[in-house]
């Protein structure tokens, strides 16, 4: 199911999507929209994320199937600062 959704193509093993993330967090996220859409798979490592581009989406993700969600496994400050370089 996850890889029907479009999303780009992880080379060594996505590292170079961390160092882009690292870089440039909302850069990332634009080219990331741009070239797949509304609705894009990432994976780096072993770790695999859909991003969502539309509020509708966002919403029913987080609403509509909540209970379907499987919780990060470490806190969200620590993710995004691990991605955004902080």
């Keep these: 199911m996850l890889t029907s959704i479009p999303g780009p193509v992880p080379r060594w093993w996505g590292l170079p999507f961390l160092l882009a993330l690292r870089r440039?967090?909302?850069g990332f996220c634009e080219r990331l929209h741009r070239d797949h859409g509304d609705?894009?798979?990432?994976?780096i490592l072993q770790e695999r994320g859909v991003d969502l581009f539309r509020p509708?989406?966002?919403?029913?993700?987080l609403v509509d199937?909540?209970?379907a969600l499987m919780p990060?496994?470490?806190s969200a400050p620590s993710?995004?600062?691990s991605?955004?370089?902080r």
């Design 65 to 67: 199937h909540a209970d």
């Design 83 to 85: 991605c955004s370089g």
């Design 72 to 74: 990060c496994r470490r």
């Design 24 to 26: 440039d967090y909302l």
């Design 56 to 61: 509708d989406l966002v919403r029913e993700a």
């Design 39 to 43: 609705l894009a798979r990432v994976r």
């Design 79 to 81: 993710a995004s600062a």
